[in-house]
């Protein structure tokens, strides 16, 4: 009976190593970057200035620029050298919400749009963050009508310190960008008050715009967005601050390359990249280059922008609308 058993043990080893051969347990994602020559990289088809700007169709084609696209742009030089050959950087711009699908199905190597790498969800497990490219992110929020600016200085200065900051939102129309950290941080801490999820922040400042009813009062979305957008673009729009110096934060936040859990090597690669960035000082000067700096962004697409898959892409000027959100 023993030797019986030790036979079929001995089979069942057999048959394991048999299937490990065919079927390897792990695979090295750089190696498949390297026969292929191709990374696939996902990015936010919404503008998120100056991290994604909107396309911009150049007679070499179209064309996509922005902080994160030089940060791709970096990656892909860097995975050339890896792998002795040229690797292309193939990008896909997708609603930002698609992002973490296409990701989950393997369809993406990484994607990168300003993602903030603490934001708490069901929905984002299962994904690995790399280190920080950017750590002055987190959540602010701007306006344009004056009497609620009025209204949340007040609340501001009344408020103490361990005042929760969503207490200051509370009866105000909250506008937030569907699947983004804003819209994790409505549904997690707002309970009063209506919240309307945008496609976009494009389709926020149009349904603003247009007077559509409920009004928004406040727009909640990354800080720096923000701050980029109301001083080159919405100059209509306020940051919302604790005073005239200091901005009214609602969270903190790391802005992280996205890709699979177990994508280890190429998370190694990728903090390997961005730490020799910021030693030689060139992440600085990116940061500097694309928040401090003033140019257009059109003639930047079409001098070193990256082209990317038109034909995924969807329509460029359709930035979508704003809808009610149910909330607890």
């Not at 498949?32 to 994604?52: D, H, L």
């Not at 602010?140 to 200085?153: C, H, K, M, N, W």
């Not at 919302?240 to 699979?260: E, N, S």
Request: hydrophobic fraction near 45%; charge should be neutral.
């Amino acid at each position: 009976m023993l030797l019986t058993l030790l036979s079929l043990m001995q089979g069942c080893g057999l048959i394991f190593d048999a299937m490990h051969r065919i079927y390897p347990v792990t695979t090295n994602e750089l190696d498949r970057i390297c026969r292929r020559q191709q990374v696939q990289i996902g990015m936010a088809v919404e503008p998120f200035r100056p991290f994604v700007f909107p396309a911009v169709w150049t007679d070499e084609g179209a064309r996509v620029t922005g902080l994160d696209t030089e940060l791709v742009r970096a990656v892909s030089d860097a995975l050339t050298i890896h792998c002795g050959a040229p690797v292309v950087p193939a990008l896909h711009l997708v609603r930002f919400r698609d992002l973490f699908l296409l990701l989950n199905e393997g369809q993406l190597d990484f994607f990168v749009s300003a993602v903030a790498a603490s934001t708490p969800s069901p929905g984002r497990s299962g994904f690995a963050y790399s280190t920080p490219y950017f750590s002055q992110g987190g959540l602010g929020a701007i306006s344009t009508r004056p009497e609620i600016i009025d209204l949340l200085q007040t609340r501001v200065k009344a408020a103490g310190d361990n005042t929760p900051r969503e207490q200051l939102l509370s009866g105000l129309t909250i506008a937030v960008q569907d699947s983004t950290a804003a819209h994790l941080y409505a549904e997690a801490k707002l309970h009063a008050g209506s919240v309307l999820v945008c496609d976009s922040l494009p389709a926020a400042f149009e349904h603003a715009a247009a007077g559509l009813s409920p009004p928004i009062d406040v727009i909640l979305g990354a800080q720096p967005v923000l701050k980029f957008m109301v001083k080159t673009t919405r100059r209509d729009w306020r940051l919302l601050g604790k005073d005239a110096h200091t901005p009214l934060w609602f969270t903190l936040a790391d802005y992280a390359v996205v890709m699979a859990e177990e994508s280890y090597a190429l998370r190694w690669f990728i903090n390997d990249v961005i730490f020799n960035l910021h030693e030689s000082g060139r992440l600085e000067q990116m940061r500097h280059r694309w928040i401090n700096d003033a140019y257009a962004y059109p003639r930047r697409a079409s001098e070193e922008g990256l082209p990317f898959d038109v034909q995924k892409m969807p329509a460029h000027y359709a930035q979508g609308t704003c809808r009610a959100a149910s909330l607890r």
